[in-house]
């Protein structure tokens, strides 16, 4: 099994409706991460979290809300999911490590959304 | 201008080939530098971390270049395999000032032929 499972893998919608996307992990990081992929536009940082009450704002928060229900289990919703939030989307989770600040990303397989 | 910027490429080169990409950055506060490979639209996973001047991993060289604000990956006597796109990741200082931000550059494609 993956140490970073995300669901749905593909979903496909419509404008104005309400979206969950799951993450949870097994590695036992208490930092964990939503980001989105566009063509051209690499990754792109939404939420993340550092513990279980820790939640921050990335680049590209609007739009967007997530909770982090347990340590290993991270969501992102989509209160009304519009066109151009259609992209790829990844969870991961990593260590902090203290030369460095945050270690290695560890990425979920993807969940691919289109928004009609 | 970006924070990260990377060649998108695409760079196809012949199996055996030495092929270099470069990755610029603009903020000179940044201390931590990465390359991660990508896999035709697959999650994206840790090549290599590249610390102080550099550090090689068999095949693999990346150098940083702080007075220039640029790092490098260098590929010697490329392989089939080694087809993926290449993802330049810095953040600053500390993951905690800087709020998290860790970014990516957009990725440079890589395709070896035969």
């Known amino acids: 099994d993956a140490d970073v499972t995300q669901t749905p893998r593909n979903r496909i919608t419509k404008t104005g409706k309400r979206i969950m996307l799951e993450c949870s992990q097994t590695?036992?990081?208490?930092?964990m991460y939503w980001y989105r992929q566009d063509p051209g536009l690499g990754l792109r940082l939404i939420y993340y979290?550092?513990?279980?009450?820790?939640?921050n704002k990335g680049e590209i928060s609007d739009g967007y809300s997530v909770s982090r229900q347990a340590q290993a289990k991270f969501s992102l919703s989509l209160e009304s999911a519009i066109p151009n939030q259609t992209a790829l989307y990844f969870c991961?989770?990593?260590?902090?490590?203290?030369?460095?600040?945050?270690?290695?990303?560890?990425f979920g397989e993807g969940s691919r959304l289109t928004v009609l | 201008r970006k924070e990260v910027e990377q060649d998108p490429g695409p760079f196809n080169v012949p199996e055996g080939a030495t092929v270099a990409f470069n990755c610029t950055y603009s903020?000179?506060?940044?201390?931590?530098f990465f390359w991660y490979r990508q896999d035709c639209r697959k999650e994206p996973k840790l090549l290599m971390s590249?610390?102080?001047s550099g550090n090689e991993d068999g095949r693999f060289t990346a150098q940083l270049n702080r007075a220039s604000q640029y790092i490098s990956l260098l590929i010697r006597d490329s392989k089939l395999s080694d087809s993926a796109t290449y993802l330049c990741?810095?953040?600053?200082?500390?993951?905690?000032?800087?709020?998290?931000?860790?970014?990516f550059g957009q990725g440079t494609e890589l395709s070896v032929k035969p």
């Open positions: 991961a989770t990593s260590d902090f490590v203290a030369s460095v600040g945050t270690g290695e990303l560890f």
């Open positions: 590695k036992g990081h208490d930092r």
């Open positions: 979290s550092f513990d279980v009450k820790d939640i």
């Open positions: 903020n000179s506060a940044s201390q931590s």
């Open positions: 590249v610390y102080s």
């Open positions: 990741v810095v953040n600053g200082r500390s993951w905690y000032n800087q709020g998290g931000k860790l970014i």
